[in-house]
Each structure stands twice: as C-alpha cells, then as structure tokens.
C-alpha cells in the first residue's frame, strides 16, 4: 500500500496544476473526515500539501473521523459563523439541511467558472432539487467477517440469522469476541441494520410524520439487539468501551465480526485482506431483503457562502474545489486501497445480484432525534430500555417532521 500510495503523491506532483491563476498568500481553513483510519487520509494531506505549494496560499486542515463530534462540530461552527472556506461533509441529509443557506450550489459556480465544467451528480441532490456539492466516494455498509475465525471454530458465515446465532455460540466458547462494537460511541450502525433486517422494504421507506405510528419492524429490529446482547455476541464493556479498542480486536484477529463502512474497509491491514470478507447483515423477518443493504452516496465538498462572498478567498477555495473533485485527485481519494477477496466481496455488495441499495434510515432523521435514539442503544442492550418506548421517544422528537 505504501508504494501505491507514494505512486499517487508523484502523480499529483507531477499534475497539480492550479485551475486558475491565483493571488498569492490566502489561507483557507478545511475539515473532512479524511482522517483516522480511512486510508485516503494521506492522499488527502498529500494533495492538499502539493496544492499550497504550487499556489503559494496555506491551507489550515482540521479534518477528524466522521462521526457524531464531527458533525456536531461543523454544524455549530456554522452556527457561530466560523465555518470553514471548503468541507466534506454529510448531503442529502437531515445534518445538510442546517448548512445549505450557507453553502454555494455548483451550478452557481459553473456559472461564475465555466471553465472548470464541475461534476453536477443529481444522486446528492438536496430536497430543493439543487446539487451544493460534489462526492467523490461512494460509500456501503456491510458485515465485516474474519473468514479465518469462522474456519477456526467450524462456523459458517452469517449468512442467515441461524448461521449468526450459531457462529456467536462457537465463538464464546473458543473465547473470540463475535462482534466487536462500542455502544458508548459508535452505536448507529447496529441501530439502523436491525431496522433494516427485519424491515420490508415498505417499512424501511416509511417517514412518519410525529403522532404517526411507526412500522413494527422498526421496534422488533431493535429488539434484535437484546437478544444479541444475551447471547454474548458483544464485547462483555459494550456499553463503555471505545471504536478505537473494539476497531482494533477486529483487526488483531480477537472479534471475529464487525458492523462498519467502506470507510474501515480502507483501514484493514494489508496482510488481512484475503482473510476478510463483507456480507449484508442476515435478515431476522420474512418480509426482509436477504440482498439489501446499506449505501449510496452521503457526503460531497462544499464551497461555504462566507469564503464565495469574500473577493480574497474566491478563487482561491474554487481552484481547491476543482483541484479535489476533478481528474486523478478525485479518483485517487476514491479509489479503494484494498484488494483481495476483501475487495472481491465489496465489489459483489455492490454489483453482484444484490437487489437493493438503500440509505441509512438516520440519515433521513432530525439530529436531536437520531441522537436520542443511539442515546438509548446501550440502554435496549443491557434490557433497561424497552424498544417500543425508546421509538416512542424518538417520535416524540418528530424526526421526519410535523
């Protein structure tokens, strides 16, 4: 991976040219979720390195992990007025909602630079029908499985609920975690696959207004979580413990399975990548999609409204903008920098027969709700909280409106 990754650093040496001619000297703040892990987080250094360097102007990076902090960062930085001149953030979302008044529509800024021809992908279109920014990464969610484990302990793949359940009571045995997950920070994923695997496609889709009755496959789903909390399928601190430890048991070959994106597929180990697969997670009803899983396209750059209305910073953050999202920048921050039958098994989520992509149900949901609703994951873990009654709460809230 290191000679690939220093293969892209040459190229985009040798092809960084800036788009426009620049005044020298301007500094521009960024933050993305370029970070951590995520195995474009050096590109992304890289080239926004090279881009100061053939422009002359600074850049002040604060890129972090994108998970609840991080949105909750941008979002009030925008509040207080200290939003960054360019970010990568979440689209088509309930978190984009707050930003657009603040941000440039690429159209606008074809417009001003015809030049540049931006990319214009409808599939990030906001509800207004209007594109603000520009992906460079599609994004899925699957089951992530150390197939050596499953080997070691004679387990199959969890490819139905039956082969989970059985493959967690051989793991307890041997004494392997079966699911490596942190319900203190990184509960969402657990949340919203349960939904989906008991969902029909119908009950996934729908959007109550609040005083509406939710479908029953979403309180049943997260029941789901109990029953895998009793079977011991979680570490024995899930609800204290950290992504960061449980990440890691992944990848050390002490959890035999993780719930996580395409995101921790780029932070596997290189030595791992033939001994790791994804499958969607197995359905509990029948009225589920066994092939259904969860993906699409969920964050893009923006351009913010305050750095377009600023004469000194205009070109600058538009030349930056077509520098990330255009030609082998963009490619080389969405290619996938893993292979084997890690990269085989993503390919085939992807293109393979499954029937269905859908975006995560959080996604579509007020912040203030979808965070009292991972508030009290650890809560329907541990039996303290009753589905039915944390969805009530989460109604409450009118997570898709009034």
């Known amino acids: 991976m290191r000679k690939i990754l220093a293969f892209l650093i040459s190229l985009v040496m040798l092809l960084s040219l800036s788009f426009l001619s620049l005044a020298e000297g301007v500094t521009l703040k960024t933050v993305s979720t370029f970070a951590g892990t995520d195995a474009a987080a050096e590109t992304y250094v890289a080239l926004l390195k090279a881009w100061e360097e053939k422009t002359g102007n600074k850049i002040e990076d604060a890129s972090s992990t994108g998970d609840e902090v991080f949105k909750a960062g941008v979002l009030n930085d925008f509040a207080a007025g200290n939003e960054a001149d360019l970010l990568f953030f979440f689209a ?36 207004d029908g209007v594109v603000y920014s520009i992906p ?65 496609e119908a009950d996934y889709l729908a959007r109550p207004k609040a005083g509406d009755p939710i479908p029953q496959a979403w309180i049943d789903g997260n029941a789901k979580i109990h029953e895998l909390y009793e079977l011991g399928a979680f570490p024995v601190d899930v609800n204290a413990t950290t992504e960061a430890v449980t990440s890691q048991m992944f990848r050390d070959k002490k ?24 499958v969607p997670f197995p359905v509990t009803s029948e009225e589920a999609q066994p092939t259904a899983f969860m993906g699409g396209v969920s964050m893009g750059f923006y351009v913010s409204r305050k750095a377009w209305d600023d004469p000194a910073k205009r070109d600058a953050v538009v030349d930056l903008l077509a520098y990330l999202t255009t030609g082998d920048n963009a490619v080389a921050l969405a290619a996938f920098q893993f ?22 149900l959080q996604d579509a949901m007020d912040p203030e709700a979808r965070s009292y609703w991972f508030s009290q994951i650890p809560g ?23």
């Open 92 to 127: 088509k979302t309930a978190d984009s909602a707050p930003i657009l008044e603040k941000v440039v529509p690429i159209e606008e800024i074809n417009a001003a630079y015809p030049e540049l021809n931006l990319p214009v992908n409808t599939a990030i279109a906001e509800p």
């Open 255 to 278: 959890a035999a399975m993780q719930m996580d994106g395409s995101w921790f597929a780029n932070g596997i180990p290189e030595e791992n990548y033939d001994t790791t697969v994804v």
């Open 380 to 402: 329907i873990a541990d039996g303290t909280a009753d589905p039915a009654d944390v969805w009530k709460g989460v109604m409450e809230l009118a997570p898709f409106g009034k």
């Open 136 to 200: 460079v990464r599609p994004f899925w969610e699957g089951l992530f499985c150390n197939i050596d484990l499953f080997e070691q302990v004679g387990a199959q793949l969890p490819t139905t609920w039956e082969n989970l359940v059985d493959a967690i009571a051989r793991f307890k045995e041997a004494g392997i975690v079966p699911i490596a997950v942190s319900f203190s920070d990184i509960p969402h994923y657990i949340a919203d696959v349960t939904v989906l695997s008991a969902s029909s």
């Open 339 to 360: 292979k084997g039958k890690l990269l085989e098994s993503s390919f085939e989520m992807l293109n393979a027969g499954l029937t269905t992509m859908y975006g995560p």
